[in-house]
């Protein structure tokens, strides 16, 4: 179907080499786009560059870590001089420090605000220039339950995720007219190594999940596949702006 056809097109993918992020770099190589991962750890990002090839996709791999807006300019210059775009921009990367506001240093809040929030804003002012002599393109952020809840265990991350809400409100405000969609993700509760982390450290995470989840199911990184291949294609040309949960049900239960 031609609204999820991505073939021709580039998608860059910040956290691509796992977890939620590769779900997404899965679903956009099986409706046809050529996809650079992105991420710190190479040893990943080989992985899943071999994992998106063996789906019959090109691939790229680049190192960059998103809080340093030099590595981010390069990282948009080499998947443009190495596989053209970007056309799709996945702003996925993310961390967690668990602690209560009491026990956050200046710090640690700095490292989670530059990790989810300002890396967005500088991967997204980098593709835009691109994006709009391109006459389009499409940016997807990822936020969390934590962009509409709050956690006391998370003030950075929560105030980062829901920033990222409001950062792309303006940012499809301002660029709507350059024909370039921009929208947010909010997942729930999905097994990753980030969740898989936040298991070990708190006891009857697990159980609590299954049943404040009215899906009873943890979300998994497939669950992704084809939401990506909607933001990302003509099917949403006249969705922008919007906070999407991706949760089982988690935040219209009580
Ligand atoms: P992962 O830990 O698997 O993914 C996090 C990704 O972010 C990794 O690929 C990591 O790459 C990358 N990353 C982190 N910091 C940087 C950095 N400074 N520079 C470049 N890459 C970086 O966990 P998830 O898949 O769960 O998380 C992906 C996103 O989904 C995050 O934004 C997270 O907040 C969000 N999310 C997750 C939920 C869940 O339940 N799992 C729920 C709601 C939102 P590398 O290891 O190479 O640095």
Redesign the pocket.
């Not at 021709?8 to 991962?37: S, W, Y």
């Given at each position: 179907m031609k609204a999820f056809d991505l073939s021709q097109k580039v998608a860059l993918v910040?956290?691509?080499?796992?977890?939620?992020?590769l779900g997404i770099a899965r679903g956009l190589a099986k409706a046809g786009a050529a996809v650079a991962v992105?991420?710190?750890?190479r040893q990943?990002?080989s992985a899943a560059t071999a994992e998106l090839e063996g789906l019959g996709a090109t691939a790229l791999a680049v190192a960059?870590?998103?809080?340093d807006a030099a590595a981010v300019a390069a990282m948009v210059e080499e998947t443009q001089a190495r596989l053209g775009g970007p056309d799709i921009l996945v702003n996925?990367?993310?961390?967690?420090i668990r602690k209560r506001p009491e026990d956050l240093a200046a710090a640690e809040w700095q490292q989670v605000m530059d990790?989810?929030l300002t890396?967005a804003f500088l991967c997204a002012k980098a593709c835009y220039p691109i994006m709009k002599q391109a006459g389009g393109g499409k940016i997807l952020n990822?936020?969390?339950?934590l962009s509409i809840f709050g956690a006391p265990w998370s003030p950075a991350?929560g105030a980062s995720?829901g920033g990222l809400v409001q950062l792309t409100r303006s940012l499809a405000a301002a660029w709507a007219a350059d024909n370039i969609q921009v929208n947010c993700i909010?997942?729930?509760?999905?097994?990753?190594?980030?969740?898989r982390r936040a298991r070990r450290e708190v006891d009857g995470l697990n159980d609590h999940v299954l049943k404040r989840t009215p899906a009873a199911r943890w979300?998994r990184?497939e669950d992704f596949e084809g939401l990506a291949a909607f933001f990302a294609g003509p099917a949403s040309d006249f969705v922008t702006g919007a906070a999407l949960p991706v949760d089982g049900g988690f935040s219209i239960s009580l």
């Amino acid at each position: 179907m031609k609204a999820f056809d991505l073939s021709q097109k580039v998608a860059l993918v910040t956290g691509g080499n796992g977890g939620i992020g590769l779900g997404i770099a899965r679903g956009l190589a099986k409706a046809g786009a050529a996809v650079a991962v992105a991420g710190r750890n190479r040893q990943k990002l080989s992985a899943a560059t071999a994992e998106l090839e063996g789906l019959g996709a090109t691939a790229l791999a680049v190192a960059c870590d998103v809080t340093d807006a030099a590595a981010v300019a390069a990282m948009v210059e080499e998947t443009q001089a190495r596989l053209g775009g970007p056309d799709i921009l996945v702003n996925n990367a993310g961390t967690n420090i668990r602690k209560r506001p009491e026990d956050l240093a200046a710090a640690e809040w700095q490292q989670v605000m530059d990790a989810n929030l300002t890396s967005a804003f500088l991967c997204a002012k980098a593709c835009y220039p691109i994006m709009k002599q391109a006459g389009g393109g499409k940016i997807l952020n990822n936020g969390s339950m934590l962009s509409i809840f709050g956690a006391p265990w998370s003030p950075a991350y929560g105030a980062s995720k829901g920033g990222l809400v409001q950062l792309t409100r303006s940012l499809a405000a301002a660029w709507a007219a350059d024909n370039i969609q921009v929208n947010c993700i909010l997942p729930g509760w999905i097994d990753t190594d980030l969740t898989r982390r936040a298991r070990r450290e708190v006891d009857g995470l697990n159980d609590h999940v299954l049943k404040r989840t009215p899906a009873a199911r943890w979300g998994r990184p497939e669950d992704f596949e084809g939401l990506a291949a909607f933001f990302a294609g003509p099917a949403s040309d006249f969705v922008t702006g919007a906070a999407l949960p991706v949760d089982g049900g988690f935040s219209i239960s009580l």
